[in-house]
């Protein structure tokens, strides 16, 4: 799989000091800095480029991974959003309403003349398209294949359920599918699966019950949009002790079996197969990509 953690990804209106300043001391792995829904008016989305800009050139969010929540392409205002923001410190973009393929393949070339003329390599600024409407669950492998600029695609469900014209019940049955969907064609495509906010922030119990069918539909992160949400998600989306014990038990086993000249590796009474050591090592893989950052965050 990719190397990016992205166990949480939360949104912070770009124009709003007090929460960037709150941002750049949580734990986020992604601050996904907005210029779009949370900053309504062209006043204030200019305002939000310039402050995005001022906190990132001061290194205030040196500890997260940085991108921005730009507008569509039939905004008016994608370009300005882009170009200003296409400097050091910002890690790539977040693309709302992304449709179809095309969509991310404009917005690939429009990255690709920027960087050109400011001199960054091609393929700097990384994408994360935002897949808010039924055509665009339609559409998510194309999506993820438009670009290796795709790292991940996330799951926006109130704009999904307007789009569909459903109802986002309470025991989530309307968003199911397209959850299945988003995640399958994510990890089709070795780009990382992030599950949509949870709306009732306050209601960590509920938010435990979501992260774990997230778990289980093989999101690896979730849109967060209050820091208390975060230590739930990186609970849920760390492997715990025993994930770890178990992971590295079959690792020997199976490495020990191939050294015997035997076929298959047991453990508690179960045949351990290629496709369990494979996940096996994605387990550890995740664990050491974890301990680096929070070892880097550290020093910092």
Not at 22 to 38: F, G, M, R
Not at 62 to 80: A, Q
Not at 81 to 105: C, H, W
């Amino acid at each position: 799989m990719i190397n990016y953690i992205l166990r949480s990804l939360m949104f912070v209106p770009g124009h709003n000091e007090r929460l960037l300043k709150s941002a750049a001391n949580s734990d986020a792995d992604v601050l996904l800095l907005d210029i779009e829904d949370s900053v309504p008016t062209t006043e204030n989305k200019k305002l939000a480029r310039e402050t995005i800009k001022r906190w990132v050139e001061n290194r205030a969010f040196k500890n997260h991974l940085v991108f921005p929540r730009v507008n569509d392409r039939v905004s008016g205002h994608l370009l300005k959003d882009i170009y200003n923001l296409t400097i050091a410190g910002v890690d790539g973009f977040m693309y709302p309403k992304s449709q179809r393929g095309e969509d991310i393949y404009f917005i690939d070339k429009l990255l690709e003349t920027i960087e050109c003329e400011k001199g960054f390599p091609i393929g700097t600024f990384k994408l994360i398209p935002l897949i808010e409407t039924a055509a665009a669950v339609l559409n998510a492998q194309e999506i993820c294949q438009a670009s290796k600029r795709v790292i991940a695609i996330a799951f926006g469900c109130e704009d999904f359920i307007t789009d569909l014209g459903g109802i986002h019940d309470v025991e989530g049955h309307s968003i199911f599918s397209p959850r299945a969907i988003i995640a399958m064609a994510a990890k089709a495509n070795n780009v990382v699966p992030v599950d949509t906010v949870h709306i009732n922030v306050h209601d960590l119990d509920d938010l435990e019950k979501n992260l774990k069918l997230a778990r289980l539909l093989g999101f690896e992160g979730m849109l967060v949009l209050n820091p208390k949400e975060l230590p739930l998600v990186h609970q849920y989306f760390s492997p715990d002790e025993k994930e770890i014990k178990d992971a590295n038990e079959m690792i020997l086993l199976a490495e020990k079996a191939e050294k015997e000249g035997k076929g298959v590796a047991v453990l508690n009474s179960k045949f351990i197969g290629p496709p369990m050591v494979a996940t096996a090592k994605e387990v550890i893989k995740r664990v050491n990509l974890i301990s680096a950052k929070s070892l880097k965050r550290n020093r910092q």
